[in-house]
């Protein structure tokens, strides 16, 4: 069974950059889909951006397109998210998650019944 390890959160000033690990154990990643999603307090869980198993196909979030990268590292069972001009409405929990059905692309990003979850870091962008 697919389990998921999100790590690489922190405090950073507005401006500055992160990057966010997915780390699996279990299964090897190259079957899945893994997406990054996000959850403000008060705000509902929304999807940030997703990765095909072989990686050769991603999707963004409008909100973090151009700032934001998913990539996978299917060596080191890795899905990483550079995030870089981080913004204070980007403080929020971010939580990564996998699915073998469904492909990555917008409806993916709506949905919130994915087969697995990890944890969440917490990401706080504030000066």
């Known amino acids: 069974q697919l389990q998921l390890v999100e790590s690489g959160g922190g405090l950073v000033q507005p401006g500055g950059s992160l990057r966010l690990s997915c780390t699996a154990s279990?299964?090897?990643?190259?079957?899945?889909?893994i997406g990054w999603f996000r959850q403000a307090p008060g705000k509902e869980r929304e999807g940030v951006s997703c990765?095909?198993?072989?990686?050769?196909?991603?999707n963004y979030a409008e909100s973090v397109n151009g700032r934001f990268t998913i990539s996978k590292d299917n060596a080191n069972n890795t899905v990483y998210l550079q995030m870089n001009s981080l913004k204070p409405e980007d403080t929020a929990v971010y939580y990564c998650?996998?699915?073998?059905?469904?492909?990555?692309?917008?409806?993916?990003?709506?949905?919130?019944?994915?087969?697995?979850w990890g944890q969440g870091t917490q990401v706080t962008v504030s000066s």
């Open positions: 990765i095909s198993s072989n990686g050769r196909n991603t």
């Open positions: 279990g299964v090897s990643l190259e079957h899945y889909v």
């Open positions: 998650a996998g699915d073998q059905v469904i492909a990555c692309g917008r409806y993916f990003l709506r949905s919130l019944d994915l087969d697995y």
